[in-house]
């Protein structure tokens, strides 16, 4: 039997009045894999801090039975260490500068940070999303690392390749709860929606119960009514004594059936109200007559250079991006794909835009939002899209109703970030450009985005590491290596 590593029992976090985290039991193993999952600001860092003995629970007690080391999300790379603290062949294996932790991308901060992590062996190790900013070279060389580390790991991450190869387990954290999921993600989901499948049944049938209550009360309350009409009549009326003893039998039944319906009525009661199992409905963004258009290939490059610095990034590349296609650029970091895209954005030399392109644009970072204005307000003001798709856009993301009147400057990063891509979507355009949009947002968010991205009428171009996203999303898929932009998925002249 593998040793214990860890155990919480009866753990209650709060914050302020709000029940963050709660746990009965949960225990883990020496080569337990666990990925943690759950929406922006449900506590799945908490969690962290917490195994780790940073923050401490209202109550309940943590026991950890290792040492665990504890790779942090954000951390500032001037107070981590000096290179004789790292192992200098992890370091090479990265390909990441050993002398220096000044103007390195956040790519290198990540991997090393990774580098530390992995140096100072531990029992245990805590991981953060540590799959941020990295590309899809460093992300497979992560996961060969982490498959032959010997130990218990539990890590938080957005990225369902990264949590697909590696864990074995999954706890979800879902309105404080926290349950527990055999298997990695795929097979998460798989359980997630039978559980759904099966709370529809549930919930189907019992309304088909409350519907067959509600018919048999109104019946006998009809029944009783119709009773009490015909004793009235006959009060009124004169009756022979031997008739009187029939006049009290239908009292009698009279009574009996206002009893069976009051006791139909407690079984409705009993069955309380049916929670309906919430599906949301594709939503559906039509395009203006105004910004449709026919053009092959709205956006063409012939013969593009680009520069940065001194330093050759695309070197007399060609391209064609075709209409209302969804299309994905690829390649490891610092090879250029940020910079293609804003040089397609200024319509740099050798890129050829129709004239009636529309672009509407996000990249990295665009969060920081400063506006007073209600959440509903402030993306009206932005779009020619009816105000229930708007609705539906902030549904898909998240947002409750009630939320919807909060000033977007009092937002957190996460939620910012949504609204940032809302915004997006609903802002007149034709063509849409996604600069890393999977970046800092929880899988929810990403599901979907993919939705928006699937549904959106007009041409796509965005960038990603996320390799499940670019799969399910991209009808095309190019990508950058050694100055040159190839053609790795798709046609386009299909």
């Known amino acids: 039997m593998e040793n214990l590593s860890l155990e919480l029992k009866n753990i209650e976090m709060n914050f302020g009045n709000k029940e963050l985290l709660a746990a009965d039991y949960l225990a883990v193993y020496q080569n337990d894999r666990i990925g943690i999952v759950g929406r922006n600001g449900q506590g799945k860092t908490t969690l962290l801090n917490l195994i780790q003995g940073n923050v401490a629970p209202n109550s309940g007690k943590v026991n950890r039975l290792v040492d665990f080391n504890y790779f942090k999300q954000i951390e500032e790379m001037s107070d981590l260490f000096t290179n004789e603290d790292l192992d200098v062949a992890l370091l090479n294996r990265l390909s990441i500068p050993i002398n220096t932790s000044e103007c390195l991308s956040g790519g290198e901060e990540t991997k090393i940070r990774l580098a530390r992590a992995l140096s100072d062996y531990k029992m245990g190790l805590l991981m953060d999303e540590p799959t941020t900013h990295l590309d899809g070279e460093s992300i497979r060389f992560l996961i060969e690392e982490l498959k032959y580390y010997y130990g218990t790991l539990i890590l938080v991450s957005h990225d369902r390749y990264f949590l697909d190869q590696l864990v074995t387990k999954i706890w979800e954290i879902e309105e404080g709860s926290?349950?527990?999921?055999?298997?990695?993600?795929?097979?998460?989901?798989?359980?997630?929606?039978?559980?759904?499948?099966?709370?529809?049944?549930?919930?189907?049938?019992?309304?088909?119960?409350?519907?067959?209550?509600?018919?048999?009360?109104?019946?006998?309350?009809?029944?009783?009514?119709?009773?009490?009409?015909?004793?009235?009549?006959?009060?009124?009326?004169?009756?022979?004594?031997?008739?009187?003893?029939?006049?009290?039998?239908?009292?009698?039944?009279?009574?009996?059936?206002?009893?069976?319906?009051?006791?139909?009525?407690?079984?409705?009661?009993?069955?309380?109200?049916?929670?309906?199992?919430?599906?949301?409905?594709?939503?559906?963004?039509?395009?203006?007559?105004?910004?449709?258009?026919?053009?092959?290939?709205?956006?063409?490059?012939?013969?593009?250079?680009?520069?940065?610095?001194?330093?050759?990034?695309?070197?007399?590349?060609?391209?064609?991006?075709?209409?209302?296609?969804?299309?994905?650029?690829?390649?490891?970091?610092?090879?250029?794909?940020?910079?293609?895209?804003?040089?397609?954005?200024?319509?740099?030399?050798?890129?050829?835009?129709?004239?009636?392109?529309r672009v509407s644009f996000y990249k990295q970072m665009d969060y920081k939002l400063k506006d007073t204005t209600p959440i509903i307000d402030y993306l009206m003001k932005q779009?020619?899209?009816?105000?229930?798709?708007?609705?539906?856009?902030?549904?898909?993301?998240?947002?409750?109703?009630?939320?919807?009147?909060?000033?977007?400057?009092?937002?957190?990063?996460?939620?910012?970030?949504?609204?940032?891509?809302?915004?997006?979507?609903?802002?007149?355009?034709?063509?849409?450009?996604?600069?890393?949009?999977?970046?800092?947002?929880?899988?929810?968010?990403?599901?979907?985005?993919?939705?928006?991205?699937?549904?959106?009428?007009?041409?796509?171009?965005?960038?990603?590491?996320?390799?499940?996203?670019?799969?399910?999303?991209?009808?095309?898929?190019?990508?950058?290596?050694?100055?040159?932009?190839?053609?790795?998925?798709?046609?386009?002249?299909?």
């Open 178 to 357: 926290i349950n527990e999921y055999p298997g990695n993600y795929s097979d998460y989901i798989v359980q997630k929606e039978q559980k759904r499948v099966e709370k529809a049944k549930i919930a189907e049938k019992a309304n088909k119960e409350k519907q067959r209550l509600e018919q048999a009360i109104e019946q006998k309350r009809k029944q009783a009514k119709k009773m009490s009409t015909i004793s009235e009549k006959n009060k009124n009326k004169h009756i022979k004594p031997d008739r009187l003893s029939s006049s009290k039998q239908k009292d009698s039944v009279q009574k009996a059936v206002q009893k069976s319906a009051k006791a139909l009525e407690t079984r409705v009661t009993q069955l309380g109200e049916v929670e309906k199992v919430a599906t949301l409905k594709p939503i559906r963004f039509p395009m203006r007559q105004a910004l449709e258009m026919h053009n092959r290939f709205p956006i063409m490059g012939q013969t593009v250079t680009l520069y940065a610095g001194e330093k050759l990034l695309l070197d007399r590349v060609d391209f064609q991006f075709s209409l209302g296609k969804k299309i994905a650029i690829t390649g490891d970091n610092g090879t250029g794909k940020s910079s293609l895209l804003q040089h397609i954005l200024n319509g740099g030399e050798g890129v050829t835009v129709s004239q009636k392109v």
């Open 383 to 494: 779009t020619d899209y009816p105000e229930n798709t708007v609705r539906s856009v902030l549904d898909h993301l998240g947002f409750r109703q009630t939320e919807l009147s909060k000033p977007v400057c009092a937002l957190s990063g996460g939620e910012a970030t949504r609204i940032s891509l809302a915004v997006v979507f609903i802002r007149p355009s034709n063509v849409i450009v996604l600069d890393e949009p999977t970046n800092f947002i929880d899988i929810q968010t990403i599901e979907a985005l993919e939705s928006f991205i699937k549904h959106y009428p007009g041409t796509v171009v965005f960038t990603s590491h996320d390799q499940y996203f670019v799969e399910k999303t991209a009808d095309q898929i190019w990508k950058v290596t050694d100055q040159t932009l190839s053609l790795v998925k798709g046609d386009v002249y299909s």
